[in-house]
């Protein structure tokens, strides 16, 4: 459980220099803007493998809480609906022009769904964490309004969808081999 923490910690603490806008900036003049990218990867990656590790060697089933039922039910669709938004967040769609923060959005139902449908210790830490972070990122920069203007291009709507889909498709596909739960459609 250790190690999902320090994965968490190092994640999510990376994630949260973006909402401090004065120090990723006094961080890229510091470093260039390079290198305070490749840091932020580096730091990123790191986490995500010590997340996914340390949840993996997390002991299994120790229960908080009774899950949701009504979660389980919208798992599918939430996550579709994420996995849709999460593709669509760095493309020029319109998607993305109309939900402003499609990415955080998608965290927030993939977390949220996740954390009430599940009830053990690890899970609720992990998806806890990442609906926190998404919650406080999405109110940082709607207070600073961070929005990049683009021209959406239809092709890349169509793009996101199918990635989203496909995605969603694979992922509930084979997440009872992976997580030992789960849909299997």
């Known amino acids: 459980m250790?190690?999902?923490?320090?994965?968490?910690?190092l994640f999510l603490g990376i994630h949260f220099v973006p909402t401090v806008p004065r120090l990723r900036s006094a961080l890229a003049l510091r470093m260039g803007d390079n290198a305070y990218r490749g840091?932020?990867?580096?730091?990123?990656?790191?986490?995500?493998?010590?997340?996914v590790a340390g949840y993996w060697m997390a002991p299994n089933g120790v229960p908080l809480f009774a899950p949701v039922p009504a979660a389980w039910a919208a798992a599918p669709l939430a996550v579709t609906l994420a996995f849709v938004l999460l593709a669509a967040a760095n493309m020029r769609t319109h998607i993305r022009r109309a939900v402003r923060h499609p990415m955080?959005?998608?965290?927030?139902?993939?977390?949220?769904?996740h954390l009430l449908a599940n009830g053990d210790l690890a899970g609720t830490i992990l998806f806890a964490s990442f609906f926190a972070w998404s919650v406080i990122d999405l109110a940082s920069v709607i207070r600073r309004g961070a929005v990049k203007v683009f021209v959406p291009a239809w092709k890349h709507d169509a793009i996101a969808v199918i990635a989203g889909l496909a995605l969603a498709y694979l992922t509930m596909r084979f997440h009872a081999g992976i997580f030992s739960t789960g849909p299997v459609i």
């Open 2 to 9: 250790a190690l999902m923490i320090a994965g968490l910690v």
């Open 39 to 51: 840091m932020f990867s580096l730091i990123s990656a790191a986490g995500l493998v010590l997340i």
């Open 104 to 113: 955080l959005i998608g965290v927030v139902l993939w977390s949220g769904v």
